[in-house]
């Protein structure tokens, strides 16, 4: 299946709040990014963002240099329109987040709230990591969200992976520690409960940290 038709029909036919993964208020991400991020020159990137209102949420509270990638370029150009003027803020790239060129450790703040949960096959999973590890700098940190144990176990017509806090933090390995998880019960817009799991991490590269020893 084409990755990016199936997410651009999506987009191209459904309005933002119909889709069970809206949030008025990205409240969860945008508080764990806070913690981690407090100076708001931090570079943040959003993984497969959709028309995701965390965009909203880090302009209104002062960050100013973020990126979103996502699939579906109807689907960031929906978010652009909302935003308006302060989308010049924002730097958007219609891509694929296993394909697409990112820039070598810049990244402070790497966020990903049910991208990582479509990836079923485990060379998918590993090349994810490999883009993680290129493109966020030693000592930023990985905010990774995805449905939890007894979560669906499909999505808009996909089949997901299921985690565990541990489960999840181990998909990444020795080189992210684990800060904290968390447990969200998203209600959806039709009134569906949801149950995902958040991991956060700081990658902390075990040889950097033998070398500096």
């Known amino acids: 299946m084409d990755r990016r038709s199936h997410w651009e029909r999506i987009y191209e036919t459904k309005r933002p709040d119909q889709v069970s993964w809206f949030q008025a208020e990205a409240r969860l991400s945008r508080q764990l990014i ?22 909203d949420g880090l302009l209104a509270v ?16 929906v978010a652009q ?12 790239h219609a891509a694929d987040v296993l394909t697409a060129e990112f820039p070598t ?9 049910a991208v990582f949960h479509f990836l079923t096959d485990a060379l998918d999973r590993e090349k994810y990591v490999e883009q993680v590890r290129h ?10 969200a995805t449905f939890a144990e007894d ?8 089949e997901v992976v299921r985690y565990s806090p541990s489960a999840l933090h181990g998909q990444f390995g020795a080189d ?3 800060i904290e998880s968390q447990r969200e019960l998203h209600t959806t817009p039709s009134g569906t409960v ?19 020893a």
């Not at 981690?36 to 995701?52: F, L, N, P, T």
């Not at 002062?62 to 150009?77: H, K, N």
Request: charged letters at 20%; proline letters at 4%; hydrophobic letters at 40%.
């Open 34 to 55: 806070e913690r981690v991020a407090s100076d708001r020159r931090a570079q943040i990137i959003d993984i497969g963002a959709g028309a995701s209102t965390l965009v």
């Open 62 to 77: 002062g960050y100013r240099s973020l990126t979103v990638i996502d699939l579906s370029a109807a689907a960031l150009a």
């Open 81 to 92: 329109r909302r935003l308006g003027p302060a989308a010049e803020y924002v730097d958007w």
């Open 105 to 113: 450790t810049t990244y402070d703040v790497w966020h990903d709230r």
């Open 135 to 144: 493109a966020v700098r030693p000592g930023g940190h990985v905010l990774v």
């Open 151 to 158: 979560g669906p176990t499909r999505c808009s017509g996909l």
């Open 176 to 178: 992210f520690q684990l």
């Open 194 to 212: 949801q149950a995902f799991t958040y991991c956060l991490c700081q990658f902390v590269p075990l040889a950097q940290t033998r070398t500096a």
